[in-house]
């Protein structure tokens, strides 16, 4: 059996929320250690002792209400964060999809930031350039595809970016929420890429609300509420759970932890 694509091993993420400093700045110069030990004891703790793995070629969803970890969790198997505590192992060449716009460059068109993303995920010039043609038509952005994203919509900067990552080879992908903008001719033709990377064998790591994307593309989910796992299983049983808990008012923090609503 080889080894897992991902794995998390009581993983802990925590960020210090920084406040106004009560009493200005001399009162916390004349109380600093006071003042040191409340900021590092003012934490939020976006992921709690998680642990889960991911096989090679297998796609996880992962759900669960806003400020639950979803987002964090991508972060860190992308490097983008570090944890506090833990161990996290990922094996293969990840491409992350993590935010609308991110790793573009707004003064820059989007012809020139295909080029530009392509080479920072690893390709050759010469190679970003062979699959200009076939990234510019999947994105189907016609003439704006020569002008400055930053005149983009969230809409468009959603096109670009999946149009890349779409026709690049990776061999772990982290998707977040990416699959919910543009039409809906748009949104199934990214679906239809995405089953298709399921069936080159791409690890993938799926983030979204959407709950029919994730029966559809992954074959197990895991529902994170309050950075806890809250369950792990196949994709249908977890969203059926997560429905449930929905629907009766109880999607954080009320369910018992078995993960039954």
């Not at 919509?153 to 543009?182: I, K, Q, W, Y």
């Not at 895991?222 to 977890?238: C, F, K, P, T, Y």
């Amino acid at each position: 059996m080889s080894a897992p694509a991902i794995q998390f091993e009581k993983v802990t993420k925590t960020y210090t929320l920084c406040q106004h400093v009560a009493g200005g700045i001399k009162t916390f110069l004349f109380h600093l250690p006071a003042a040191v030990r409340q900021l590092r004891n003012n934490k939020f703790t976006a992921l709690d002792e998680v642990s889960f793995e991911v096989a090679r070629g297998e796609a996880l969803g992962v759900i669960g209400p806003n400020g639950a970890g979803k987002s964090t969790a991508l972060a860190l198997i992308a490097r983008v964060l570090r944890p506090n505590a833990g161990r996290i192992t990922v094996r293969g060449r990840v491409l992350p999809l993590l935010e609308l716009g991110a790793g573009f460059h707004p003064e820059l068109t989007g012809r020139e930031n295909i080029i530009l993303n392509g080479v920072l995920m690893g390709l050759l010039r010469r190679e970003v350039r062979a699959r200009l043609g076939q990234i510019i038509e999947f994105s189907e952005l016609g003439e704006f595809i020569d002008q400055p994203v930053r005149t983009y919509s969230n809409g468009m900067l959603g096109r670009l970016g999946f149009s890349v990552v779409a026709h690049l080879d990776p061999e772990v992908l982290l998707v977040d929420e990416v699959l919910t903008v543009g039409d809906a001719a748009f949104q199934a033709k990214c679906m239809r890429r995405m089953q298709e990377f399921r069936r080159r064998g791409v690890t993938m790591v799926f983030v979204s609300h959407d709950m029919h994307a994730v029966r559809v593309i992954c074959e197990r989910a895991m529902w994170l509420d309050r950075g806890r796992v809250r369950m792990l299983d196949a994709s249908q049983a977890v969203t059926a759970s997560y429905e449930a808990a929905l629907a009766g008012g109880q999607a954080r923090g009320e369910v018992p932890a078995d993960g039954q609503a």
